[in-house]
Nanobody
Framework: QVQLVESGGGLVQAGDSLRLSCAASGFTMTNYYMGWFRQAPGRERDFVAGINWSGTYGYYADSVQGRFFISRDNAKNLVYLQMNSLKPEDTAVYYC?????????????????WGQGTRVTVSS
């Protein structure tokens, strides 16, 4: 059974940092690009960051470039999203996802598996 379980969300103040984790099971994570998306209330789900199979290259949305950093530990089947200098506009539910690479990493439709999400709230 495929599972992606996010953790690490919470309530923080603007300027704070937070690290999200995603635990993968039920599939061979090394065969998948991994990504993070987020969905704010009343808005569509948007791409945040993605990482290639080996973890050597990251992709980022313009809105988080330079503040967020994605990484992965294939030995532990974990994916991380380090979020620094958080802003109130980063408030959203954050989702971990896996794609076999049959599409562009920033495209939701390319992803095969999704987690249930973890909520991040940034107060001003």
């Amino acid at each position: 059974q495929v599972q992606l379980v996010e953790s690490g969300g919470g309530l923080v103040q603007a300027g704070d940092s937070l690290r999200l984790s995603c635990a993968a099971s039920g599939f061979t994570m090394t065969n998948y690009y991994m990504g993070w998306f987020r969905q704010a209330p009343g808005r569509e789900r948007d791409f945040v960051a993605g990482i290639n199979w080996s973890g050597t290259y990251g992709y980022y949305a313009d809105s988080v470039q330079g503040r967020f950093f994605i990484s992965r530990d294939n030995a532990k089947n974990l994916v991380y999203l380090q979020m620094n200098s958080l802003k109130p506009e980063d408030t959203a539910v954050y989702y971990c996802a896996a794609t076999s690479g049959q599409g562009h990493i920033k495209n939701m439709a390319a992803y095969n598996f999704w987690g249930q999400g973890t909520r991040v709230t940034v107060s001003s």
